[in-house]
């Protein structure tokens, strides 16, 4: 079963590589979902992971080549615009100078940075090796831990929805009982 269904594969690859690449798409929330899917036997989990995998780090490295490409011109106009706008651009070169790799590696797990992180990168001139190996670290972890997570949620979800409305109606069952008692009598 490592391919059953091909277009939840591609969708789900495609979502991931577009964001990664900076495209604001739900890529994560693709994820989660295809990870319970196969939790409820419908996915592979291996090939949701993988598939994510290949195209965290595959959008990753498009959006450093379309930053570095596009990024310098448009934050050297940028910065002919006004200071406030050179300013916004020196402070982001000053962050990834000190900061790039890890904002490679953990905007994997931050939403909206995710989208940007890649393109930032290529456009601050962020060394080619240093981005390779941060994008391909947090390529690979991210989908897993996310993926694995998310698996493991949906196998138990049944059992949490169970256990919640249980929980739920006796709570309810208690809060009528004490609403039609009489009042206990002063001590």
């Avoid at 006796?170 to 009528?176: C, E």
Wanted: hydrophobic letters at 55%; glycine letters at 14%.
């Amino acid at each position: 079963m490592l391919l059953s269904d091909p277009l939840a594969y591609a969708g789900l690859g495609l979502l991931v590589a577009g964001q990664a690449a900076g495209a604001p798409l739900p890529a994560e929330t693709a994820l989660i979902a295809a990870a319970i899917v196969a939790s409820r036997g419908h996915l592979d989990i291996v090939s949701v992971v993988l598939v994510s995998q290949i195209a965290a780090i595959g959008g990753g490295f498009a959006g450093y080549f379309a930053g570095s490409l596009l990024g310098r011109p448009v934050a050297g106009t940028l910065k002919g615009r006004g200071a406030r706008l050179a300013v916004l651009v020196d402070a982001g070169e000053r962050f990834f100078a000190r900061h790039g790799a890890k904002a490679v590696f953990l905007a994997r797990w931050v939403s909206g940075v995710r989208i940007v992180a890649s393109p930032l990168a290529g456009a601050h001139a962020m060394p080619g090796r240093t981005f390779a190996w941060w994008n391909v670290a947090g390529g690979l972890l991210w989908p897993a831990s996310i993926g694995a997570v998310a698996y493991v949620l949906g196998q138990r979800i049944a059992v949490l929805v169970g256990v919640g409305i249980v929980v739920v109606t006796l709570m309810l069952i208690l809060a009528r009982r004490r609403r039609g008692a009489p009042p206990e009598p002063p001590s």
